[in-house]
């Protein structure tokens, strides 16, 4: 079992910066995948960002260039720092885990934060 809980988000205008963490319990988290997702008011949970035990990682589309999924192995900690941001990228941020699986790009989370509230003023 693997519980997970998020911190960092808040309020910052647009162009501003935030790192969300995700801390981690259980000692088998190094092998594990994390991601971030996002969710808006009124529409469907998205995918982020991903990053596997080897530090691999993949990206949304929407913010390629601009966040960056890193991790902390020693610290079972994973982190989404977020820079030139956009009203639209404000959402409610998840953070999961899973067990490896053969690509980031697929499959599904086993493991879920309650979420941080990320608002982007313009």
């Known amino acids: 079992q693997v519980q997970l809980v998020e911190s960092g988000g808040g309020l910052v205008q647009a162009g501003g910066s935030l790192r969300l963490s995700c801390a981690a319990s259980?000692?088998?988290?190094?092998?594990?995948?994390g991601g971030w997702f996002r969710q808006a008011p009124g529409k469907e949970r998205d995918f982020v960002a991903a990053?596997?035990?080897?530090?691999?990682?993949f990206y949304a589309d929407s913010v390629k260039g601009r966040f960056t999924i890193s991790r902390d192995n020693a610290k079972n900690t994973v982190y989404l720092q977020m820079n030139s941001l956009k009203p639209e990228d404000t959402a409610v941020y998840f953070c999961?885990?899973?067990?490896?699986?053969?690509?980031?790009?697929?499959?599904?989370?086993?493991?879920w934060g309650q979420g941080t509230q990320v608002t982007v003023s313009s």
């Open positions: 259980g000692r088998t988290f190094s092998f594990y995948d």
């Open positions: 999961a885990a899973r067990r490896p699986v053969p690509s980031l790009r697929t499959g599904e989370y086993d493991y």
């Open positions: 990053i596997d035990w080897s530090h691999s990682t």
